[in-house]
């Protein structure tokens, strides 16, 4: 199966204060989903963003594909509001999920893109079963709740893992992977099979936002080329 490399600039290391303009910043350098990353405090010991954010930048961003990554607890109560604020594709974690199925299920009749999410300490087997009905399944490559934290190479065995299951099941998800993506990471991602490619310190987090993304992507179209 063909995959698109893409860049998912996540928003979580860019200036709250200007928010709108770096975002659409990230976007010009060749970012094409925008990864929104939202934390309670419970299941991450962190309070980021919620759905008034989200309209927000919804209205200032009006094409844009929004990715929200829920880091809550219950997040069947809060689908519902993030996707009337205008998420295209919302991703819950499996650790967060007595009934993982379900939520699935309540993000698409939403009008959503079902994504699942797996922490580093959780296998890749426990989604056998909502394998074939997700859009995209989410390897964390750090402790979610931080930006800007070190990559955990385990997690490449997992996205090899999926990539094999899905060639093997005939399936369609797509694999994307968070954390840690930087120049020095990315080619070892893209070679392990993850095509969508969160990136929040190496985007945002210091000089050019444009040229950070744009330098990102052309790492990653390079692993590309080269990938066995
Ligand atoms: C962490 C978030 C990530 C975060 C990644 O819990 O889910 O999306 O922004 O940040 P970097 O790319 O800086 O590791
Ligand atoms: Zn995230």
């Known amino acids: 199966m063909s995959t698109t490399i893409e860049l998912v600039p ?123 009905i997700v859009h995209h399944v989410l390897v964390m490559s750090v402790n979610p709740g931080f930006g800007g934290q070190k990559f955990i190479p385990n997690s490449l065995n997992k996205m090899e893992r999926l990539a094999k299951i899905r060639e093997s099941r005939a399936l369609t998800y797509r694999i994307e992977v968070d954390g840690g993506v930087a120049l020095d990471t990315v080619a070892d991602v893209v070679r392990a099979g993850a095509e969508l490619l969160v990136a929040g310190n190496a985007v945002f987090g210091h000089g050019d936002i444009r040229q950070n993304a744009t330098n990102l992507l052309a790492a990653a179209r390079s692993a590309t080329l080269t990938r066995a």
Request: charged share 15%.
């Open 10 to 132: 996540s928003i979580l290391s860019a200036n709250f204060a200007n928010l709108a303009a770096d975002a659409r910043a990230a976007l010009n350098g060749g970012g094409t989903v925008l990864h929104l990353d939202v934390m309670d405090g419970h299941f991450v010991p962190n309070i980021t963003i919620g759905p008034p954010v989200v309209a927000s930048l919804r209205k200032a961003l009006p094409g844009a594909t929004f990715d929200c990554h829920l880091m809550i607890e219950n997040p069947d109560q809060l689908i519902p509001a993030f996707a009337e604020a205008g998420a295209n594709w919302i991703s819950v974690h499996q650790e967060a999920c007595v009934h993982l199925d379900r939520t699935l299920h309540l993000i698409e009749s939403h009008g959503c893109k079902p994504g699942v999410v797996i922490n580093p300490a959780t296998p890749v087997h426990t989604l056998n079963y909502v394998l074939d």
